[in-house]
Every structure is written in C-alpha cells, then in structure tokens.
C-alpha cells in the first residue's frame, strides 16, 4: 500500500500527513506542555519506543473520531483482522477498538484527479461503551473562520524557525487561527518576526505524529471539536523534507460539513464488523 506522504494534492501544493506540536521560537516551551487529564477524551492510537502515533476523540460513549489514514499508518485494522480488538488506553484505561468505519470518499485517495473531494475520516467503534470519560461534542455552526482553536498531539516537537527536531511522546497544546473553512480547514503557520504577522500568542502547528488529533474550539458549553487533522503543506521556502518552518499549512477535515455522515454512523446502529467487512474487500 502507498505511503500516505503525498497521497494527494491541496490546491496543487503537495501535502504531508500531520506531523507533533511545533511552537514559535520565542515563547518558551513550557506553555505547550498540555495534561491529559484535561482533554480526557483525546487518545494516542499506536506506541512505538516513545514515539506515539496517531490521535482519535472519543466523541460518544462507543465512537471515537480519527484521519482514515490513520488506520493504514498504524496497526489498528490488521490487528483487528488478527485479534478481533485493537486496545487502546482512554482517560488512564484500556478500552478495546473493534471495528473501523472509513468514510466513503476516502476511496479517492488514490485518483489525483479527484483528490480534493477526498475525505480523510474515519469513525472507531469500541467493543463496550464508556461511562468515562465525557465524550467530546462536535462542532456544529459555520462560522470557523478566523476563530482561534487549540490544536493537540503527542508527535514531533519542534520551533518555527527549525522545524520538527524531536519526539519526546510528551502531550502538548498549541493555538491557531482558521485561516480558511471551505472543505477542509486551514491554519497558516505565521512568523511573529514579520510585519503584520497575525500569529496569536501560543501559535503552532500539529507535527509528525500528530495526524487525527483535534482542532477544538472553546464556546459556551465547553470545548467543541471542529477539525481533524490530516496533513501540512510544507512552507514555500523548506527545503525538501523539512516540515514545520513558519509558513507551513496545516490541513484538517471541517467536522461541521461531515455531521450527517457521523451522525448516520453513529445513531443508525450500523452493523459495523459487515462495514468492517465491505471495506476490506474494496481493498
């Protein structure tokens, strides 16, 4: 199966998967630093060594939400197929994930000339339901543009004007400004040295590692999840390879234009191992 690297392209710009929390080079790192007792429902999917891999959002009591390519990068579907649950650790406990529902324009990946109509999601059934933690809510308006969100991941660590540098697996926080809510969502790495620069004061970027982790915004009813994270396009300037330079794009998947699709999963009861079923055998 293709490497997810440069599976599609964004607007002609070539398009990474999401990589951990790079930060401005001049705020201190200590800010970032994120408890995961105060997101209790964001969950790492796979451990290699320290380096941790992949984020999901529990967002029902038996549903959590993840970039579909998520479930190729890691060992989730495969071991399913082997064990019948993939075990994950949410809020401090082990829960057991034992089907997989990926988006159905998640079949684009591989068709360049369609790739900006694919949807990069995927819907994660756990074998019981959790009375704990409480599930995140989607975000629901349409107004994302120009709001602040906070951005989460445990992947590649880095600053703006080095890019990623190292993976310490610590959980980290950073804030970003929607840039643009077509689609998808985009938020502009943007350099505090450089006249009318609009970086907000913890400005960051998701890393490697950091793909399927949650753009939230904060409302009156708490923390909402807007976007997913799927991918960076790499800053104009960075040479090949590097990735987390000022001027960098993170791309996420704008949950409110994908309600219907999770709701239907979720509140219709679908059968999800024949899902499971039918998307291997496109495979």
């Known amino acids: 199966m293709p490497s997810r690297i440069l599976i599609f392209t964004l607007l002609l710009a070539s398009i990474t998967s999401a990589h951990a929390i790079v930060i401005r080079h001049d705020t201190g790192y200590a800010r970032y630093v994120a408890s995961e007792s105060m997101f209790p429902s964001v969950f790492w999917l796979e451990q290699r060594s320290n380096r941790k891999i992949c984020v999901a959002t529990l967002i029902d009591a038996q549903w ?20 019948g649950e993939y075990v994950v650790q949410i809020a401090g406990l082990m829960s057991g994930i034992d089907a997989v529902v990926m988006h159905p324009n998640y079949a684009l990946r591989y068709d360049q000339d369609h790739a900006n109509e694919e949807v990069d999601l995927a819907l994660l059934h756990l074998s019981e339901p959790l009375a704990m933690p409480v599930p995140m809510s989607l975000y629901r308006e349409q107004d994302e543009l120009d709001r602040v969100a906070t951005l989460l991941g445990w992947g590649f660590f880095g600053v703006g004007t080095t890019g990623i540098q190292s993976d310490d697996g610590r959980f980290r926080k950073a804030n970003n400004r929607v840039t643009e809510a077509n689609g998808r969502l ?26 399927g982790g949650p753009a939230l915004l904060q409302t009156e009813d708490g923390w909402r999840i807007a976007g997913v994270a799927i991918g960076e396009i790499a ?29 239907s999963v979720i509140n219709a009861g679908v059968k999800v191992r024949d899902q499971l079923d039918n998307t291997h055998s496109e495979d």
């Open 64 to 83: 959590a939400l993840t970039a579909a390519h998520c479930v190729e990068e890691t060992d989730l579907r495969a071991h399913i197929d082997r064990a």
């Open 186 to 211: 985009r938020f502009d790495f943007d350099d505090p040295r450089q006249p009318q620069s609009r970086a907000v004061e913890l400005e960051g970027l998701p890393g490697l590692g950091d793909s």
């Open 235 to 263: 800053a104009a300037s960075a040479p090949a390879g590097v990735q987390g330079l000022y001027g960098a794009v993170a791309i996420y998947e704008r949950v409110s234009g994908h309600l219907d699709w999770i709701e």
